[in-house]
């Protein structure tokens, strides 16, 4: 059986599980595998340490954005990715946000707040300040661009939305939040998006909540 090695606190191996549970794609779950130390199974899959680490009969893959585009010619179509060429350009684009901009500001807090001290570190508030200040320019774009808008792309669910959301858990479990008086169209976003079953199935597997 395919099988995803990775915490599910990190948010790359969040948006592997969101896209599989949307998509309703049965795979094997280990969430004891961390980023570090590079164990020698993980680096078997991924020879580059990272996760997550995807594997089944076929094929080894690390990056969860292969790994989801992977999933999707495997077992596709779902309809998570859109058909029209400049709606699948623009989703493939937030795909990239997630990745270098909000990562960016939002790594810095939960990795300070929450994943140092589950690691026996100490939280480095000037780096948590750095990734505070960040934090406006990434969630203005957002907030203009889902004016009107239900989902990021097109009429209906897709892989941007997959991927914009699960850097969002992240921040929520390092205490803080989306001010809905500076970002009101974020906060209705993602609110909606957790009362989807598979959201609200793959945050509760990490205890997140944007209520």
Not at 54 to 62: P, R, T, V
Not at 133 to 138: F, I, K, Q
């Amino acid at each position: 059986m395919a099988q995803l090695l990775g915490i599910n606190l990190s948010p790359f191996v969040r948006k592997v599980l969101l896209y599989v549970n949307e998509a309703g794609i049965e795979l094997e779950h280990d969430d004891s595998v961390l980023p570090m130390p590079k164990t020698d199974l993980l680096l078997s899959i991924n020879p580059r340490g990272k996760i997550p680490a995807y594997s089944d009969d076929e094929i080894k893959l690390g990056e969860s954005s292969v790994i989801c585009a992977y999933l999707e010619k495997k077992h596709g179509p779902t309809g998570l990715y859109p058909e029209k060429p400049a709606d699948y350009g623009m989703a493939l684009w937030y795909e990239k946000y997630m990745e270098e901009e909000m990562i960016a500001a939002i790594g810095k807090i939960f990795f300070n707040r929450v994943a140092a001290p589950m690691m026996g570190g100490e939280c480095d508030e000037s780096a948590v300040a750095e990734g505070l200040a960040m934090l406006p320019a990434v969630l203005e774009l957002l907030e203009d661009r889902l004016q009107g808008r239900e989902f990021l792309v097109g009429d209906n669910y897709s892989i941007a939305d997959i991927s914009i959301m699960c850097p969002f858990a992240n921040l929520y479990m390092a205490n803080e939040s989306v001010d809905p008086s500076v970002y009101p169209n974020v906060l209705r976003y993602i609110q909606a998006l957790e009362k989807r079953e598979s959201v609200a199935k793959t945050l509760a597997m990490c205890g997140a909540s944007f209520s």
